[in-house]
């Protein structure tokens, strides 16, 4: 079945720097297009960022614009999230999904969505 | 970017009660509109797409509606696992957003 398992998350001092990846499988991953979500503590869900089935094309959110990379390994199966200049505010819980339908600009739908890893900033 | 209001943003209700959560996006979005379900300490979970479309495997208890700015979620007989929180999320262009949540208790 569609699997999507996050690791990588920990705990980090501001400014510093972190890797989350997301491991998939039991899909053919080089036609999908992929995700990144966030949740901060006992808040909402807020969209990070998106990388085409090609990798053509990635887009972000504008909190971490500039600061965050989104990558993916067709060979390994991976979706990578490099995160610099980490800051307390980018402190959550942080879930890959895969992206089913749509054209990458619009449509489509997030499923499923892997358990999350945790990413604690904090001095 | 593309605002979604949720509403009401808590709801409480009993086993077998029909319920309704709305979402309002800030300007049109066509039917690009996805329905999640979260418990806590879970990943969230797809129900509707399109705005319309039943996931598969989800049941019939759920439906969706609307276009455009207004759209709803429906349960039409609560069951004791559909307590939790329900996100709303437009996919018409980015950022993909989402509504800040409706929590859903057991009354």
């Known amino acids: 079945q569609v699997q999507l398992v996050e690791s990588g998350g920990g705990v980090v001092q501001p400014g510093t720097s972190l890797r989350l990846s997301c491991a998939t499988s039991g899909f053919t991953f080089r036609s999908y297009g992929m995700h990144w979500v966030r949740q901060a503590p006992g808040k909402g869900l807020e969209w990070v960022a998106v990388i085409w089935f090609d990798g053509s094309n990635k887009v972000y959110g504008d909190s971490v614009k500039g600061r965050f990379t989104i990558s993916r390994d067709d060979f390994r199966n991976t979706v990578d999230l490099q995160m610099n200049s980490l800051r307390a505010e980018d402190t959550a819980t942080y879930y890959c999904a895969r992206v089913v339908g749509g054209n990458g600009w619009s449509g489509g739908r997030l499923d499923p969505w892997g358990q999350g890893t945790l990413v604690t900033v904090s001095s | 970017d593309i605002q979604l209001t949720q509403s009401p943003s808590f709801l409480s209700a009993s086993v077998g009660d029909r319920v309704t959560i709305t979402c309002r996006a800030s300007q049109g979005i066509s039917s690009y509109l996805a329905w999640y379900l979260q418990k806590p300490g879970k990943a969230p979970k797809l129900l509707i797409y399109?705005?319309?479309t039943l996931q598969s495997g989800v049941p019939s208890r759920f439906s969706g509606s609307g276009s455009g700015t207004e759209f709803t979620l429906t349960i039409s007989s609560l069951q004791p696992e559909d307590f939790a929180t329900y996100y709303c999320?437009?996919?018409?262009?980015?950022?993909?957003?989402f509504g800040q949540g409706t929590k859903l208790e057991i009354k």
């Open positions: 399109d705005a319309s």
């Open positions: 999320q437009q996919l018409n262009s980015y950022p993909y957003t």
